[in-house]
């Protein structure tokens, strides 16, 4: 069953937090420093951290990557066939200058509050420091759980913020517990957990759908 929830009755992202994102991309790509292979590195990085955590058991056939900005996200770590790529602002990307679209690719435009994929056709979900930028973070988790296979694996990666530490582009605080405690009422199994990378309290879980009635 693809995602059919109606835009309107989701949460969707103001023109002004739109022309953030856009505006930080564009600062991005000015900064000599934080090219495209800068990016690619950093998330073969984060992979590295992934397998560190708990040494994925397979490469997956069917990957998304939810939040993938414009550089592809996970997928540009892999650089396998047959990912799908979900950001709100996809369209958009393709004003960006220097951004290579690869065609063995499916880039999507939509939020991760409504994926437009049938449920249960994902072996692997990947999103890395997105779920922090969503407007509503549990309803996002609960799509994720639904387009993963029972077994499914979805590999997270994000920041937990304090009230101090919330700006223009990120405006949700909640703690490294709470976090943990909606996945699993959402009905996934965490794996393997890893708190306090960093000064920005980022954290990776690796965790599993379990078994149970789809919506």
Request: glycine share 6%; with cysteine; charged share 25%.
């Amino acid at each position: 069953m693809l995602g059919t929830k109606r835009l309107e009755t989701i949460m969707v992202w103001p023109d002004n937090f739109i022309e953030y994102e856009m505006r930080c991309w564009e600062d991005i790509q000015l900064t000599p420093d934080e090219s495209e292979e800068f990016h690619i590195n950093k998330y073969k990085r984060c992979i590295q951290q992934f397998n560190d955590l708990s040494p994925l058991p397979y490469f997956p056939d069917v990957a998304l990557d939810v939040g993938c900005g414009p550089y592809g996200g996970m997928a540009v770590a892999y650089n396998a066939k047959g990912w799908r790529l979900v950001d709100p602002l996809m369209d958009q990307f393709r004003s960006l200058k220097s951004i290579t679209r690869n065609p063995d690719w499916e880039y999507i435009c939509a939020y991760g509050e409504d994926i437009p994929i049938c449920s249960s056709s994902v072996d692997v979900v990947f999103s890395t420091n997105a779920l922090d930028h969503t407007c509503d973070r549990i309803e996002c988790e609960r799509e994720i759980w639904r387009v993963l296979k029972t077994d499914g694996l979805f590999c997270l990666s994000l920041h937990c913020r304090e009230t101090q530490q919330l700006n223009e582009g990120h405006q949700q605080s909640y703690t490294f517990n709470e976090l943990y405690n909606e996945l699993i009422d959402c009905g996934f199994t965490i794996l393997a957990e890893q708190n306090g990378l960093d000064e920005r309290h980022k954290c990776l879980m690796i965790l599993s759908k379990t078994q149970g009635e789809e919506e």
